[in-house]
């Protein structure tokens, strides 16, 4: 079946760095990706949306300039957070939309990111 | 808005228990939803899916219902084990969405605990 790859699971990075996180779907091409993000004790919140070739959509309230999202190929859609800070600290998880197949959608087991 | 709400937000129950956990939605226009399972500092886990068509979803032990015209899903988890416990998240995906905009709602989850 279709599997969405995230790398790293898990990351530790020193405050004031930049981190990257890739989704990949694996056997699939995704034209969509999403990411998500979920604070402590609450629901997963989508941050945005990424087209391949195209600039990603951002959900309101999401800086564009802290969480870069790059959607270079069918394949991979990668989010960066600059600059972290502690408060960035969170579990970041991507979806991919597979065309051809009722738009289903497949998440990503997700990535912890740790700022210290 | 679509907003998704979880009762209870934890529960703790004895070994061999048969359980119900409760997921509800504001707006019955729904594409489909989603069950997950989130262990402690790990990813997310797809349980079952259950399209707007569709009215259950059984994998294993666990029996998903969905009731659209109340906004209700449940998940029934039979003979509950200890390795059971985790957060279950439910997520819905709304119907009317711009083209190429398939983002879920997700609801807080319910942190259960199957004790020995």
């Known amino acids: 079946g279709a599997v969405v790859s995230q790398h790293p699971s898990r990351v530790i990075c020193k405050s004031g760095t930049s981190v990257k996180i890739e989704c990949r779907s694996l056997d699939f091409q995704a034209t969509t990706m999403f990411w998500y993000r979920q604070f402590p004790k609450q629901s997963l919140m989508l941050m945005a949306t990424?087209?391949?070739?195209?600039?990603?959509?951002?959900e309101q309230g999401v800086e564009k300039d802290k969480f870069l999202i790059n959607h270079a190929s069918l394949t991979l859609s990668t989010l960066t957070v600059t600059s972290a800070h502690p408060e960035d600290s969170s579990f970041y998880i991507c979806?991919?939309?597979?065309?051809?197949?009722?738009?289903?959608?497949?998440f990503g087991e997700g990535s912890w990111l740790t700022v210290v | 808005k679509q907003e998704v709400t979880q009762i209870p937000a934890a529960l703790s129950v004895p070994e061999g228990e048969n359980l119900v956990l409760n997921c509800s939605f504001t707006d019955s226009a729904i594409y489909n939803l989603q069950w997950f399972r989130q262990d402690p500092g790990k990813g997310l886990t797809s349980l079952l899916l259950i399209q707007s068509s569709q009215r259950e979803q059984t994998s294993g032990r666990l029996n998903a219902s969905l009731d659209k015209s109340s906004g209700r899903s449940t998940l029934y988890i039979a003979a509950s084990q200890p390795g059971d416990s985790a957060t279950y998240l439910c997520a819905v995906r709304p119907k009317l969405q711009a083209s190429g905009t398939y983002k879920y709602i997700f609801g807080t989850g319910t942190r259960l605990k199957v004790l020995a």
């Open positions: 990424s087209n391949e070739g195209s600039k990603a959509t951002y």
């Open positions: 979806s991919a939309s597979r065309a051809g197949s009722g738009n289903t959608i497949y």
